[in-house]
Antibody
Framework: QLQLVQSGAEVKKPGASVKVSCQTYAYTFSANYMHWVRRAPGHGLQWMGWINPKSGVTKYARQFQGRVTMTSDTSITTVYMDLVRLTSDDTAVYFC???????????????WGQGTLLTVSS | SYVLTQTPSVSVAPGETATITCGGI??????VHWYQQRPGQAPLLVVY???VRPSSIPERFFGSNSGNTATLTISGVEAGDEADYSCQVWDTDFDHPLFGGGTHLTVL
């Protein structure tokens, strides 16, 4: 059964960094891009970036460039999202999501991890 | 850049039909996808490619897309449908997914 299993909740102080993992099961890890999306309280879904797990090529949303790094480890079919210089605005639930090609050869997000709550507070 | 506009909230009584819209310039030329997010849960894909339902999604969920508006229609609304619904397209200018702001569906 296909699953995306994320690491547990984190509490960080402003200025700190966080690394969230997303371990995948029961599909060909290299076959799909993995996206990271967050949802902050009172806000909608916000795309952060994607990674090609096979090549390691990434693309980040402009808002996060310079602060986010996405990596993959094919040996354990896991992707990671690092976010540095945290502020209270980064308090949110972070999701990994498996991309799937749509009819226009772009992507939708077919399967989602359970989410990781990040709280940034002094 | 491209913008998707959703009404922040919609309320319907059980058994009625909920209509959730997603506005964007010439959105009818794009593939639109819809996600349901119940409180405390991960988003769930309910419609992709404008109108295709994943096998686990009931027929009550219907998508359409034309002109400047994509629509998710939920017929025979149930209490369990109370959730946030977000539309998504691909932003071809910046080569990434783009979400609407989301619509909260309240079942009265």
């Amino acid at each position: 059964q296909l699953q995306l299993v994320q690491s547990g909740a984190e509490v960080k102080k402003p200025g700190a960094s966080v690394k969230v993992s997303c371990q995948t099961y029961a599909y060909t890890f290299s076959a799909n891009y993995m996206h990271w999306v967050r949802r902050a309280p009172g806000h909608g879904l916000q795309w952060m970036g994607w990674i090609n797990p096979k090549s390691g090529v990434t693309k980040y949303a402009r808002q996060f460039q310079g602060r986010v790094t996405m990596t993959s480890d094919t040996s354990i079919t896991t992707v990671y999202m690092d976010l540095v210089r945290l502020t209270s605005d980064d308090t949110a639930v972070y999701f990994c999501a498996r991309g799937q090609l749509d009819s226009s050869d772009f992507e939708y997000l077919k399967d989602w991890g359970q989410g990781t709550l990040l709280t940034v507070s002094s | 850049s491209y913008v998707l506009t959703q009404t922040p909230s919609v309320s319907v009584a059980p058994g009625e039909t909920a209509t959730i819209t997603c506005g964007g310039i010439n959105i009818g030329r794009k593939s639109v996808h819809w996600y349901q997010q119940r409180p405390g849960q991960a988003p769930l894909l309910v419609v992709y490619d404008d109108r295709v339902r994943p096998s686990s999604i009931p027929e009550r969920f219907f998508g359409s897309n034309s002109g400047n508006t994509a629509t998710l229609t939920i017929s025979g609304v149930e209490a369990g449908d109370e959730a946030d619904y977000s539309c998504q397209v691909w932003d071809t200018d910046f080569d990434h997914p783009l979400f609407g702001g989301g619509t909260h569906l309240t079942v009265l």
